[in-house]
């Protein structure tokens, strides 16, 4: 209990709304609160891959795993609160309720923790523990369903039941984002990139979990007038490929993605094929492949979804290298790989359930 104390203690908390507050003064604290908590934030690092057999190709790996809730869903969370709050859906007793077993969840309770608001995940069963630890941390409660696809509508129901909000991400992600600036990913890209030999990238790569994330990028680079290609990648088990080369949002599929974080069995709200340039299918075996072959470069572990952007990215670089041309490519880092020892990093597991990625590995090693 101590120690679950300690741990609860090492975030900061809103302090309690007073008898006699106003709805107002809440509201007004809330959003000093999240404004503050980016304020204390630091830009993420943009990380330039040294690939001398590349030359003249420069490969930017934007690095999302350095938020305080260890992936790029920090950004979102935060918006999602922002949007909700000043859309009149929460306020000060509102209980916050989200479909998520994964980092999501983990970067809701966060804020749902420093908003002092009580904050619920639904999730399957058969989450990992690890997850389940982290979320329980940051003060959240998890309650469960037995089967996956029952996330949604347990959701919708519990927090209708409590009288809550239900966040839903993947309906509110492209809305919630302020994508005109305001330091979103894509502005803060495009800062970043502003000293280098080609600020102005050839495109930039980003898989799809809610599409949020490339929604903001598709609309930045239209209302900035920016020649940047945007290169949508998909994992296995996923329709967003499929949806956008048929133009059919109502395709579905009964398999579950193994890469976490990216590709869906549905078409997600949030998902904007109209922004995308292109989109390409990357095999998962080429993903593990691609963050093992990180490691080795920058010693760093990576999810798998940045195996799945960064194979994309050096596909392009080696088409871009075939004609002779030069310039710059971005992708992003969406989370670490600590969260994934048991699997993207056990052998044992990828050989059960990838099989073998040695052709992709030797494909990296042409490259550099
Ligand atoms: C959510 C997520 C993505 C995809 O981002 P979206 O903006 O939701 O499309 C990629 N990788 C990881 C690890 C994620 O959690």
Not at 99 to 111: L, Q
Not at 281 to 301: C, F, M, N, Q, Y
Request: hydrophobic residues 35%; glycine residues 8%.
């Amino acid at each position: 209990m101590k120690k679950l104390i300690l741990a609860l203690n090492a975030y900061p908390v809103l302090p309690a709304h007073s008898p006699g507050e106003s709805m107002n003064d809440w509201l007004r604290k809330a959003i000093g609160t999240l404004s503050s908590d980016q304020r204390r934030s630091a830009d993420t690092h943009m990380i330039k891959l040294d690939l001398p057999r590349l030359g003249g190709i420069d490969l930017y790996l934007k690095d999302e795993s350095t938020h305080p809730t260890g992936s790029l869903k920090h950004r979102l969370a935060r918006s999602l609160f922002l949007h909700a709050i000043c859309s009149g859906k929460i306020t000060q007793d509102t209980p916050i309720v989200e479909a998520s077993s994964g980092s999501t969840a983990i970067s809701e309770a966060y804020f749902a923790r420093l908003l002092g608001l009580h904050f619920t995940a639904v999730m399957p069963r058969s989450t990992a523990p690890r997850k389940i630890e982290q979320i329980e941390r940051l003060g959240g409660h998890c309650h469960f369903v037995d089967h996956g696809p029952a996330v949604y509508a347990e959701a919708e129901n519990l927090a209708r039941r409590c009288n809550g909000h239900y966040m839903d991400q993947f309906t509110h992600a492209e809305a919630a984002t302020d994508w005109r600036g305001n330091n979103n990913i894509a502005e803060s890209i495009f800062t970043q990139l502003a000293l280098e030999p080609h600020p102005i990238p050839r495109a930039i790569v980003m898989s799809a979990g809610t599409g949020g994330t490339s929604a903001t990028l598709g609309r930045y680079l239209r209302y900035q007038g920016h020649a940047t290609r945007l290169v949508g990648v998909d994992p296995e088990n996923s329709v967003f490929y499929d949806s956008y080369h048929h133009g059919d949002r109502n395709l579905t599929t009964e398999a579950c993605s193994r890469i976490e974080g990216i590709g869906r069995p549905r078409v997600e709200a949030s998902f904007l094929p109209e922004v995308i340039d292109e989109m390409r299918r990357v095999p998962d075996a080429a993903s593990i492949a691609t963050i093992h072959w990180l490691e080795a470069r920058i010693g760093k572990k990576a999810g798998g979804s940045t195996g799945t952007n960064l194979w994309g990215a050096l596909s392009l670089a080696r088409e871009m290298r075939e004609r002779g041309e030069t310039g710059s490519i971005v992708t992003l880092m969406c989370d670490g790989g600590e969260r994934y020892l048991e699997t993207y990093y056990n052998p044992r597991w990828i050989a059960e359930q990838i099989g073998d990625t040695s052709l992709y590995a030797r494909m990296l090693e042409d490259i550099d």
